[in-house]
Every structure is written in structure tokens, then in C-alpha cells.
């Protein structure tokens, strides 16, 4: 089987040359100080020019800005939209995070949030990361231990471990967030790069190896901390059908999460983060009640393609649903810093 390595440093190689046009979907109308979030993404732009610019193509080099990237995009929001920390639309921003950089590393500042957090998601996207992460950890584990001297035991065994890996990040999905798409949670995504978009690990297949095989026996850790099954591709639980939304108004977080002013680090950077104090005056903050100016809008989400051989998390009809969404858009841009650089050549 190949490498998870070296499919991530193939992945990453590929996905270096768009990581300049990654874009995160939090707007400064709904942050805690509009004007300072602005200034800090249009100085993110500048700065993640001034890094791709000096990277003459190299596409390590364009990686490494992209790490830094998102630790501004992390660093803005922790300045100046905090009251949008717990929100769906911070997770999918560390979600990307750890995605596109193979340094980042928890602790994230804020992530994943604490459960019945205010203005949090409906899903709570981070436990379901740390969950998948777990999954591939344990996948890793699963084929070093594997000490059979027969090729065919090995290549049963390896087939096992992908196929619980698979199984434990969907069976994660499910249990955590039972009422919600499973492509909104990245179980389209999931499949896609566990299985190699099918050609390693063909998931519909994988009824018959796991009847065979007991994952907590190969080292895998129940999957999510609601449920300890390990599904197969014909017994997954129903999909769910609600969208993702955030669970109160942009001013349900009503102080900075970490305090005023908070360190954090990744890989040999240490941030100081300063927040803002709440200056957004079409959304009232006030000591003995909250009001606010603006109302959610009903979006409705379906869930998305599943590679060829990918089934269950996307089997069947896909299922629609309804649910009340914070305002979307798009950052301005990308920053990035290059000292990161020189930390990811070593990875």
C-alpha cells in the first residue's frame, strides 16, 4: 500500500499552487471590530504576495506561505472577529488548515470549541477533524505492527487497517453529528483520500474484510466518543439531512475567548494575539442584553459526488435539508510569512 506520507507530500505538492487562492468564509459585517479585520486581511494580501513572489516557482516554497497563510487567517480572526471563534465558519478555516500544512499541530486557539459553546456549529466540526486524524494515526500504528512473514497475511492485514481507518473517520461522522449531511462534515472528501480516490482501499468492498477483521483487535480506539462501532459500507446509519448553521447571532460570544491577550504557536513561531475590544456598531453588545440588527437566512444543502466504488456516505438518494445559516463571503486574500518555510523543507 502506498505510503500515507507519501501521499500527503503528493497531495500537498499538487494543491501548492492554488494554496495562494484559499479563501475563508467569515466577513467582517459580523465581526466584533469590522474595521481592524479588514485592515488585517488587506495586510494578509500584501504580505502573501510579498511571500509567493520570492518563491520562483517552487512549489515548497509556495506550501510554506500557505501554512503561514492560514496561521494570519487564524491570527485575524483571534484579533478582531472572535465572537465568530466557535462558529462553522472558523472550523472550516482550521479544517483547511490542516488539510493544505503537514506542520500544523494542535493546540488551535479556540478548536475545537467546547460542546453547547455559544454561536457554535450545529456540528462540531473540530471534534469531528480530531476524530479523522485519530483514524489515520491509528491506521499508521495498524500497518507498522503488522510482523506477519507471509506477503499475502500482510497484504490482508494492510487492506484491514485501511479499511478500518475508512470506517472509523465515517462511523466518527455519523455518531458525532447524526442530524447532519455527511458531505457537509467532508465524508465525500474522506472517502476520497482514504481510499486514495479508490484505488487502494475500495470502500464498497470493505463489508466483507471487516467481517473479518475486529478493528479494536488491529488498535483502533472506538471511533467517536458517543459510539464504539466501527460501520461497514451496508449498515451505516441514515444520512443525515440538516445543513450547517451556526447556533446564535454573531454576537452570542460576547467576550474574547482567550482573554485580551493570548500565545500561541506552531512549529517554531510563537504568536502574541491582541483582541479588540467589540467596536461594531450595527451589531449592539450590552451588558444586560443582546441585540442585534441582523437576521438568518434559510439555505438548503444537498450532499455532494462520491468517487467511483465510494458508497454509503453518499449512497442512494441524496438527502436534502433546511437549516437556519449565518452570512457568507469571501476574505480579501491570503497572508503569509517566511519562516515557516524553512521549518517545512525539514518535514
Known sequence: MLSRTIFRALIALEAAATLALAQTNITADVCADPSAFTSCTTQALATSKGCTDMCNGSKMCVLGCGCAMYQSYINCVAESCWNQAYSCEYDKLVAAYF????????????WPAPDSAPGGCSC??????QSVTKAQQEYNTCITNDTSTSVIQQGNQNTACGCCEVSAGLSAMYETCPDTIPADMGADIWLQ??????????????????????????????????????????????????????????????????????????????????ASPWKNGQIMVTSTSIATTKTSSTVTGTSSTVPPGATSAATGTAKTGAAMSMKELSLVGPAAWLQVIGVLMLV
Not at 101 to 110: G, R, V, Y
Not at 238 to 246: A, D, E, F, K, Q
Open 99 to 110: 488539510s493544505q500544512c503537514s506542520t500544523a499541530a494542535e493546540p488551535i486557539p479556540f
Open 124 to 129: 462540531n466540526l473540530g471534534k469531528v477533524l
Open 193 to 274: 483520500a482514504s481510499t486514495i480516490y479508490g484505488t487502494v482501499i475500495h470502500w464498497d468492498k470493505c463489508g466483507s474484510v471487516l467481517d473479518q477483521y475486529n478493528c479494536h483487535n488491529l488498535g483502533f480506539a472506538p471511533p467517536s466518543s458517543n459510539s464504539s462501532t466501527f460501520y461497514k459500507p451496508a449498515n451505516l446509519p441514515p444520512n443525515g439531512t440538516l445543513t450547517l448553521y451556526n447556533t446564535g447571532p454573531a454576537n452570542a460570544v460576547t467576550a474574547p475567548p482567550s482573554g485580551s491577550v493570548f500565545t500561541w504557536s506552531q512549529s517554531s513561531v510563537m504568536y502574541t494575539v491582541t
